[in-house]
């Protein structure tokens, strides 16, 4: 059983540098999701794609953020410029759509670091 | 705005007793309610969910209890064990128009033994 792969799991840059992190999703899972976590905080939602369609972000997600999602299998979250702010968790997660019964399936995170 | 409220930070509990962990919702949009644990470096886990037309969803020793009018649900494990010690986490969704999932800022649960 292979579960949300997160890729690398840490990782700390310099302030202005761009990164990027990978995520694969449950094979025949059709929704994936990204979050943000800080240290004292439940998992804040950025976006989410079912397929390859992007169909919300946060508003509070800003430029510097893209995520993409092709062919609808494995998402990149980037971070341009990364700011100080930026350090935190970063969760993907993937379901299965099914209403009611549909569960979220986290991976391990990228804990990234901005020096 | 915290649609999703936790709050209570933590919670100690004795081996074997209950423990009890409390939300609280302002979004009445809501109609699916979802609860994680977290162990330190890893990303949560799925223990239990309930949908709007239930007020209870038992599974093992895990029971949430959903209070609509109140807008407030409940996780209560009984008979608690040391290996439930993590930080729990409540989460919403609403059904119609977005699945995004909004979740709590999570309680810090210490079985002791």
């Known amino acids: 059983d292979t579960g949300v792969s997160q890729d690398p799991r840490h990782k700390i840059t310099k302030r202005g540098q761009n990164v990027t992190f990978r995520c694969d999703p449950i094979s025949e899972h059709n929704r994936l999701y990204w979050y943000r976590q800080t240290l004292g905080q439940g998992p804040e939602f950025l976006t989410y794609f079912q397929n390859e369609a992007q169909l919300e972000k946060s508003r509070l997600l800003s430029d510097r953020f893209s995520a993409e999602r092709p062919k609808g299998s494995f998402s990149t979250l980037e971070i341009q410029r990364t700011e100080q702010g930026d350090s935190a968790m970063y969760l993907c997660?993937?379901?299965?759509?099914?209403?009611?019964?549909?569960?979220?399936?986290f991976g391990s995170g990228t804990q990234l670091s901005v020096l | 705005d915290q649609q999703v409220k936790q709050n209570s930070p933590s919670l100690s509990v004795q081996e074997g007793r209950i423990s009890i962990l409390n939300c609280d919702y302002t979004n009445s949009m809501f109609d699916y309610f979802l609860w994680y644990k977290k162990y330190p470096a890893e990303g949560p886990t799925f223990l239990i969910s309930?949908?709007?037309?239930?007020d209870k969803n038992e599974d093992g020793r895990f029971t949430v209890f959903l209070n609509k009018s109140a807008k407030h649900l409940s996780l209560h494990i009984v008979p608690s064990q040391p290996g439930d010690s993590a930080v729990y986490f409540c989460a919403a969704s609403g059904s119609s128009g977005t699945y995004k999932y909004i979740f709590g800022t999570g309680t810090r649960l210490k079985v002791l033994a």
């Open positions: 309930i949908s709007s037309i239930k």
């Open positions: 997660a993937s379901s299965l759509a099914g209403g009611f019964n549909e569960k979220l399936f």
